[in-house]
């Protein structure tokens, strides 16, 4: 299969040693000599979908190509046009790529189908990674689902992304004599009540709703399969998932911006960021950058847990991880450049540099400097994160790593378009939701 787009452009290569960054020792090679490099010759062509770690990552790639002699072509298309062609690529054990991006929705489905290479040959030989790497470093939430059938470990995650709550405009809810929401029925509230104050919309959240909607269809005790991963029979058309989708889409449709089903990740944080919409329930990675130095909400902006419904809490949490094709013939080169994509070294130097912190390895996690600079405005925001990683491990994301569940999640996106924009009421979308849904498990092979 052709490659999503061209590479990076080479930019000005930097010393590895001035740069800080360590590089792995590729296995049985020397370290290089009379200007001869490890991966000289080597061409690298790396996918990942669009997301600020990646976005991140381009920037410190020229190291590693200037340390190693490797050429690295690198690819974020969009999510949904990198996993669509993705799962195209990898059926075909093509060998177009040699590293890419395991998306949390279709790691049972790729690795499931050995499509991905299992590491842990390479993680277990000191030869090929030194123990300073520390594959135990990673918070074990985070790596649990790349593991196939027999144990093994298929990505190596670089995000743990977890869903908080924000406010752009704090001030206005406080004026209001409010508080951040701890509940729907708070949250209910407090749009209501601050909606349009100052020209600013009260809602908004990316338009993927097969991630957004899901922690409030399980707070009011729904749930997109009976009993994942036993028991895939869809359950979208439940009482309980009927009343979330009304009152999910309309906090979109009655408090968000115009245009609100058209907005990607993307539109959400920069919207937020200007102080054109005051309140989200988004990724912590988008969440945190209301305080960055480009953003006029950096002295308003607050943060909270996702709030709870009727039946609880639960806030959704997904890794993503760096994985080698089954049919890379480039398995060693490709190993090395996942080493130094998620070393200790480098994703410290990217959380200094560029305040990412959706990291997940516990040693940065626990650092000082980690809990310092993720207390904004006096919220905590680490101890948000740490507190909603605590609340996933009850395991109530397992729906979104069985094989079934893109194409349901797609139907779950229709749902919610429909009834925001008043297409449909709520009972008939989610009807309809279920029958699809019902159909998409059966064509995966699945009898519910």
């Given at each position: ?9 080479r930019?000005?290569?930097l ?48 190291e ?16 949904p ?45 000191p ?68 909606n ?24 009011f ?17 439940t ?16 408090y ?35 305080a ?17 419904g009727?039946?609880g ?14 049919g ?45 600079k ?51 009421s ?23």
């Amino acid at each position: 299969m052709a490659a999503f787009g061209r590479g990076i452009d080479r930019r000005r290569l930097l010393s590895a040693g001035a740069a800080g960054t360590i590089l792995p020792l590729l296995p049985g090679k020397a370290p290089a000599q009379g200007g001869k490099k490890q991966l000289d010759g080597v061409e690298l062509n790396v996918a990942c979908w669009s997301a600020p770690y990646p976005k991140f990552l381009a920037a410190y790639i020229p190291e590693f190509e200037q340390a190693t002699g490797a050429k690295v072509n690198y690819e974020t298309p969009s999510f949904p046009i990198y996993n669509q062609r993705m799962d195209i690529e990898l059926s075909t054990r093509s060998a177009a790529h040699d590293v890419i991006n395991v998306t949390f929705i279709y790691c049972g489905r790729w690795i499931g189908a050995g499509w991905v290479t299992p590491l842990d040959d390479f993680i277990k030989d000191p030869k090929k990674t030194p123990p300073d790497w520390d594959a135990g470093d990673f918070v074990p939430g985070t790596t649990a689902p790349f593991k196939d059938k027999d144990g093994r470990l298929n990505a190596v995650p670089w995000i743990a992304d977890s869903q908080m709550a924000g406010a752009a405009r704090y001030d206005l809810i406080q004026q209001a004599g409010l508080k951040l929401p701890d509940s729907f029925d708070d949250m209910a509230k407090m749009l209501k009540t601050v909606n349009r104050k100052d020209g600013v919309a009260g809602f908004a959240v990316e338009n993927h709703y097969g991630w957004t909607f899901i922690p409030f269809l399980q707070g009011f005790g729904g749930d997109v399969f009976r009993k994942a991963p036993t028991d895939l029979m869809p359950t979208l058309d439940t009482p309980e998932a009927i009343e979330a989708a009304d009152f999910f889409s309309g906090m979109l449709r009655d408090y968000g911006p115009d245009g609100v089903l058209s907005y990607t990740y993307d539109q959400v944080v920069q919207s937020l960021k200007q102080g054109r919409i005051n309140y989200s329930t988004s990724n912590e990675t988008f969440m945190v950058q209301l305080a960055a130095p480009d953003s006029k909400v950096a002295k308003t902006c607050a943060f909270s847990l996702m709030p709870a419904g009727p039946k609880g809490r639960f806030p959704n949490v997904a890794s993503h991880g760096w994985g080698i094709p089954a049919g890379s013939t480039k398995k060693e080169a490709a190993w090395a450049f996942i080493q130094w994509a998620t070393s200790k070294d480098l994703l410290l130097r990217m959380f200094r540099d560029k305040g990412y912190s959706s990291v997940a390895r516990r040693s940065i996690i626990e650092l000082p400097e980690f809990r310092r600079k993720l207390t904004i405005n006096g919220f905590d925001v680490a101890q948000i994160y740490l507190d909603t990683l605590v609340l996933a491990a009850k395991g109530n994301t397992v729906y979104r790593t069985v094989p079934p569940y893109p194409p349901v999640d797609r139907e779950i996106d229709i749902a919610i378009q429909s009834v925001v924009s008043k297409q449909k009421s709520a009972k008939e979308a989610m009807t309809q939701a279920q029958a699809n849904a019902i159909a998409q498990v059966k064509r995966a092979g699945i009898n519910p």
